[in-house]
């Protein structure tokens, strides 16, 4: 099973371990790719820092965060599952998993980047500022950009198990499964029901979306479920208690889509 996550927009601290190592990180086919990405951010950072911060779309107050890119090829490096933050992070919780269930993490876990394009979380990164979202100058928009050295590496990655896509939109926009691999592909939306005036409403909320996903996975992990299909995952989140509701695509090569409905939400 591959499980493919969002990065955070907000990171951890780089901290003092040794430097990046490019050709230590995962899906080496994408090496020149993650190259040129951190090239141009780290010169733009460099070079101009207002520029940068138009480019970044970072507000006054995010100034720093210019300052931290320029110092990429340099910083510490730590595992990315460490420098990645926020509600999913935390409802997923990787440092207080058991052993088995860290390795099973590392087998199976994907974050998307704007800037690597696509790591796992025992790989070290330093902490960043570049999301799918950015426009470089050279460059051109990231989502895009990833898209070709996306389209020969992941395959791969996926090899011929079952594709959990947790990512959000602007990140699934780098990679979308095709043909055969798309029938092995789960997405999952999480809504939120609630009675009002005797009637079901249902509603996406982010904040809660996020940590249902990141509770999900780590429930995953811990129990060692390995579901090869969408509709053994489907089975195995039920078991996991979890409502799950989901009908099998009307076309061969189409992503399954996976409704989680959650009645308290926290």
Not at 26 to 53: F, G, I, T, Y
Not at 231 to 256: F, N, S, T, Y
Request: overall charge neutral; aromatic content about 4%.
């Amino acid at each position: 099973m591959l499980v493919l996550l969002p990065p955070s927009e907000g990171k951890a601290p780089s901290g003092r371990g040794t430097p990046l190592k490019p050709e230590s990180l995962s899906l080496p086919a994408l090496a020149d790719a993650r190259q040129a990405v951190l090239d141009e951010l780290v010169d733009l950072c460099v070079a101009d820092e207002e520029k940068a911060r138009d480019v970044l779309g970072l507000s006054e107050g995010l100034r720093d965060e210019v300052a931290k890119n320029a110092e990429l090829r340099t910083a510490g490096a730590r595992p990315a599952g460490e420098i990645y933050t926020g509600v999913l992070y935390d409802a997923l919780g990787l440092a207080t998993l058991d052993a088995a269930a860290k390795r099973r993490a590392a087998r199976s876990l994907l974050v998307f980047s704007g800037l690597w394009g696509a790591a796992g979380v025992t790989d070290r990164i330093p902490s960043y500022r570049c999301s799918m979202g950015v426009k470089l100058p050279g460059l051109g928009a990231l989502g895009a950009y990833w898209r070709t050295p996306m389209a020969s590496a992941m395959p791969e990655a996926a090899g011929d198990g079952l594709v959990l896509d947790l990512r959000s939109s602007a990140y699934a926009a780098a990679w979308k499964p095709k043909g055969e691999v798309a029938d092995r592909t789960a997405t999952v939306r999480v809504l939120h029901a609630q009675m009002v005036d005797g009637v079901e409403k249902r509603s996406v909320v982010s904040h809660f979306n996020k940590a249902t996903k990141g509770r999900i996975v780590r429930s995953l992990l811990e129990t060692g479920v390995q579901p090869e299909k969408p509709a053994e995952l489907v089975e195995a989140l039920r078991d996991l208690g979890h409502v799950v509701e989901a009908e099998a695509p009307a076309k061969a090569g189409k992503v399954w889509a996976l409704d989680v409905v959650v009645r308290e939400i926290h």
